[in-house]
């Protein structure tokens, strides 16, 4: 088991804990914090340009993340704000290493690859997020967008290896503000949002926000359109100098065409649609709400009581593409009629230390996590061969099919229950580890209502772990190494009706963190090789899914942001990464390169603000995207071609208060492919656009 070959590494960091010898005579303070100015940054507070300097994701702990052995990448709101972006993908551009999978027709953030290995798992304040099929989520309240490298199971639980997405959201703060934001795009995209702030009592012991959106977008898409409404209220409350209440909750009400994309056929224009336009769009609700509950016990001991809920619908009818047929101009197609409903419902518990050993100081994780999932669906697929549509020439209004009915009848239950550790030690003033592990037993039922009402009933206990270490060459250069291991079960069930074997996967990476310019450009560089055993493909003679074996991502990334001078703010990323089968079969070989991920891709954004005259507060700047060749279709030889696009944006700041932005993208009008699921279901990327907005601070 890959589980195994982690253990000469923890191995050695769990002797380090148990041998103070090791230490060298002088000793380094736990660092005390202590907020005396707006300098100060949080781990889940705003940040001051591009460079963050905390973070939560990787620990759960507000940590520096100079002082954490393994990559982190965290992209700040500011940096879709300047590239005028809603989109979370944008963002993550700028991680170094994230690839763009299946959006489940535009609906979601469905599946993204991180370091080679795709992944439907991302996470909003440290809970799942991604349970069901929940909207994409909106840019109108996240704080910034963290991206930990590598596994992170002995944390979060069941995940993929390649690395874990933490959306931070904004919280209430203690000043009153309110920020208006209008856009308006080529081929008619609006957006207004709006972020109101207010304290509720004169001590400021009691805060609340309110983040709304609504958008009415087109697209160059023909006949594909969305609309949605976001509404994201929060408040916190100090119940006394030792203990605080956060609640937050998001309501989002988004309906959108269901779009699959063009085919692979030379001469198919990018806005082609390959639906029916009179299926109507398809429609995706969602509620969360989480509170927390800490309590100081003491200067060093604090407690953590959390909980969150969400629940989802999504339902309608499309009309999805198939393969080309033999005459070359036409693709026959699938009618998909589809009712989702799920809900998610997790507990956690906490006790954070600090606490000294002998010479060595300690930052002490204890959890618990309880979670319950459920997840009700059915989708009916309507085959016939007079349900065709001209690439080249598409007539609409053709009659629904009425051929063979197919599909999938569905319930599933996943309930769990985990206790997780960690320790961050300070070894000297040099040498800092971390050690962490987590035990999670889950139980799964799944009863399929389509395969003669077939039962699957499994259990399982998953023990992962991961170590650290991290030396401080000099007080700018620091070096690290870490190993981890992950854990996921699989869902659904095999031809057999048998259920499958939990994913399991290690991962291994050393690099260099630097802090340049007296502290104000971060860098990480990193390498890494991970490794994944019982991997699912779809088994193209029956439809359903199987296992397939075992695959391997290698290769190294470079992470850069920072504040270059008080004019110039940077931020920029490049990976290589080489991901194949290592163990496949007939459908997909061993030695096929993994689906969607790009040997070498890179992205630079940098901004110039002006710093005196008239132009004062105002700005300029440039980003530049790459994406090399990749693998368009499973097992296959179909790629997608490498792009590259830039974009520039402009911001004028006529008052203190009105900042007017333009936004020009894919200035060279570039030809692209964002994504693609098979040879059938390729996503073009957007053409050359423009989009002006207003910004009214009140």
């Known amino acids: 088991m890959p589980s195994r070959k982690i253990a000469p590494l923890a191995g050695l960091a769990l002797g380090l804990l148990l041998d103070p010898a090791f230490a060298e005579e002088n000793t380094l303070e736990l660092d005390t914090i202590s907020v005396t100015s707006d300098a100060y940054e949080s781990a889940t507070g705003p940040v001051k340009g591009y460079r963050a300097t905390r973070s939560a994701s990787a620990t759960k702990t507000d940590t520096a993340i100079r002082d954490i052995p393994q990559s982190i990448s965290v992209i700040p709101a500011t940096v879709l704000k300047d590239l005028g972006s809603n989109n979370v993908e944008r963002a993550l551009e700028f991680a170094g290493g994230v690839s763009k999978q299946n959006n489940f027709g535009g609906l979601t953030l469905y599946e993204y690859s991180v370091r080679g290995f795709t992944t439907s798992e991302f996470y909003q304040d440290g809970f799942s997020a991604n349970r069901g099929y929940p909207s994409t989520p909106d840019t109108a309240n996240i704080e910034r967008i963290e991206v930990l490298k590598g596994p992170a199971a002995s944390l979060y639980g069941r995940g993929d290896p390649g690395g874990t997405v933490n959306i931070v959201t904004k919280k209430p703060q203690p000043e009153a503000f309110t920020t208006l934001q209008t856009s308006a795009g080529s081929w008619d995209r609006y957006r207004t949002a709006v972020d109101v702030n207010t304290p509720l009592d004169s001590e400021g012991n009691v805060l609340s926000r309110v983040n709304l959106a609504v958008e009415d977008n087109h697209s160059f898409r023909d006949h594909v359109q969305s609309k949605r409404v976001f509404v994201a209220p929060s408040f916190s409350w100090q119940l006394d100098p030792d203990t605080s209440l956060l609640v937050e909750s998001e309501f989002v009400r988004h309906s959108s065409t269901f779009d699959r994309g063009i085919v692979d056929a030379s001469g198919v224009s990018r806005s082609t649609f390959l639906g029916e336009p009179n299926d109507g769009d398809i429609d995706n609700h969602n509620n969360r709400i989480q509170a927390t509950l800490e309590h100081h016990l003491n200067d060093a001991w604090k407690l953590r009581l959390a909980s969150h809920y969400k629940q989802g619908s999504l339902w309608g009818d499309a009309s999805e593409n198939r393969a080309l047929n033999p005459d070359g101009h036409t ?105 962490g592990a987590r035990f999670e037993h889950f139980e799964q039922s799944i009863d399929d209502f389509t395969r003669n009402n077939a039962k699957s009933r499994q259990t399982h206990d998953a023990f992962t772990q991961r170590a650290g270490l991290l030396y401080q060459l000099t007080p700018e250069v620091g070096v690290f190494a870490n190993a981890s291991t992950s854990f996921k079960p699989n869902s659904g069930l095999d031809a057999n009706n048998k259920s499958f074997k939990p994913e399991e996967g290690v991962g291994y990476e050393v690099g260099i963190k630097s802090e340049l310019f007296d502290d104000r450009l971060s860098a990480t560089l990193a390498a890494f090789h991970i490794e994944k055993e019982n991997v699912l493909t779809l088994d193209p003679a029956t439809n359903l899914n199987r296992a397939m074996g075992k695959a391997r991502s290698q290769g190294f990334d470079l992470q850069l942001t920072g504040q270059v001078t008080d004019a110039v703010r940077v931020i920029g990323a490049f990976a290589y990464i080489d991901a194949e089968v290592t163990k496949g079969d007939k459908a997909v070989p061993t030695g096929s390169r993994i689906l969607g991920v790009a040997k070498r891709s890179g992205s630079l954004l940098g ?79 957007e053409p050359r656009n423009l989009t002006v907005s207003l910004t009214l601070n009140l």
């Open 331 to 435: 693709i026959n197609r699938r009618y998909r009629e589809r009712s989702m409903g799920w809900h998610d419902s997790i507990t956690q518990l906490e006790l954070r230390g600090l606490f000294d050993i002998g010479s060595w100081q300690h930052e002490l994780l204890v959890g618990t996590e309880y979670e319950d999932y459920r997840k009700k669906e059915r989708v009916t697929a309507i085959g016939g061969s007079d349900y065709a549509i001209d690439i080249y020439n598409p007539v609409y209004g053709k009659a629904k099919p009425n051929g063979l009915r197919s599909g999938t009848d569905f319930f599933e239950q996943t309930k769990s229950q985990a206790l997780n550790l960690q320790d961050q030690i300070i070894f000297t003033d040099r040498l800092r580890g971390m050690v």
């Open 607 to 685: 901004v110039y603000e002006f710093q005196d005259g008239a132009l004062r507060g105002s700005d300029l700047g440039a980003a530049f995207t790459y994406v090399g060749d990749r693998s368009g279709e499973a097992g296959t030889r179909f790629e997608l071609p490498a792009y590259h696009t830039v974009d520039l944006l402009a911001h004028y700041k006529a008052t203190k208060n009105v900042t007017v932005g333009l936004n020009l993208n894919n200035l060279f009008d570039e030809k692209y492919y964002e994504r693609s699921y098979s040879s059938y279901w390729i996503n073009p990327g």
